[in-house]
Antibody, heavy 114, light 107 residues
Framework: QVQLVESGGGVVQPGRSLTVSCAAS????????MHWVRQAPGKGLEWVAL????????HYADSVKGRFTISRDNSKDTLYLQMNSLRAEDTAVYYC???????WGQGTLVTVSS | AIQMTQSPSALSASVGDRVTITCRAS??????LGWYQQKPGKAPKLLIY???RLQSGVPSRFSGSGSGTDFTLTISSLQPEDFATYYC?????????FGQGTKLEIK
């Protein structure tokens, strides 16, 4: 069955970096674009980024452009989100989702705090 | 970026009620809109895509309509499992944007 499993969340100080990962299984990962979506505690959903299936295109929310980088390794069926210059407002559960929005991970919590 | 204005932000209703949630886009987005249901501690679930197409496996009491800038999600007869938060998402252009959400609560 299709499965997406995020990992790498944790507590990080403001201004520091963190990379979260999303391991995919049960489908041909290299055939699908992938998204990151986040949700701050008690708040709504925010689309963060997308990467095309072949890595040729990336798109970002204005709130993370220039600080976050989405990437993937199709040989490892894994999606990444590198987050630099983290701010308190980046605190959220980060979900990965497959293009078409039918498959989502369970989310990984990133807390930015000193 | 396209702004999605969703209303109401919260709604109290009873089992069996008909409810409607609306999303308005700040510019025309054709029918490039989806509706999602989210329960506490869970990932969102796709209900409706392309504004009015029911995702396979989703009960027929859910329906969507609209095109351009104005969209609606209707639940024809609320069931206990429908009490959740609902979001619209435009995927017409980047950056994609969600509505603010509608929390549907039991009256």
């Amino acid at each position: 069955q299709v499965q997406l499993v995020e990992s790498g969340g944790g507590v990080v100080q403001p201004g520091r970096s963190l990379t979260v990962s999303c391991a995919a299984s049960g489908f041909t990962f290299s055939s699908y674009a992938m998204h990151w979506v986040r949700q701050a505690p008690g708040k709504g959903l925010e689309w963060v980024a997308l990467i095309s299936n072949d890595e040729s295109n990336q798109h970002y929310a204005d709130s993370v452009k220039g600080r976050f980088t989405i990437s993937r390794d199709n040989s490892k069926d894994t999606l990444y989100l590198q987050m630099n210059s983290l701010r308190a407002e980046d605190t959220a559960v980060y979900y990965c989702a497959r293009a078409g929005w039918l498959a989502w991970g369970q989310g990984t919590l990133v807390t930015v705090s000193s | 970026a396209i702004q999605m204005t969703q209303s109401p932000s919260a709604l109290s209703a009873s089992v069996g009620d008909r409810v409607t949630i609306t999303c308005r886009a700040s510019q025309a987005i054709r029918n490039d809109l989806g509706w999602y249901q989210q329960k506490p501690g869970k990932a969102p679930k796709l209900l409706i895509y392309a504004a009015s197409r029911l995702q396979s496996g989703v009960p027929s009491r859910f329906s969507g309509s609209g095109s351009g800038t104005d969209f609606t999600l209707t639940i024809s007869s609320l069931q206990p499992e429908d009490f959740a938060t609902y979001y619209c998402l435009q995927d017409y252009n980047y950056p994609y944007t969600f509505g603010q959400g509608t929390k549907l609560e039991i009256k």
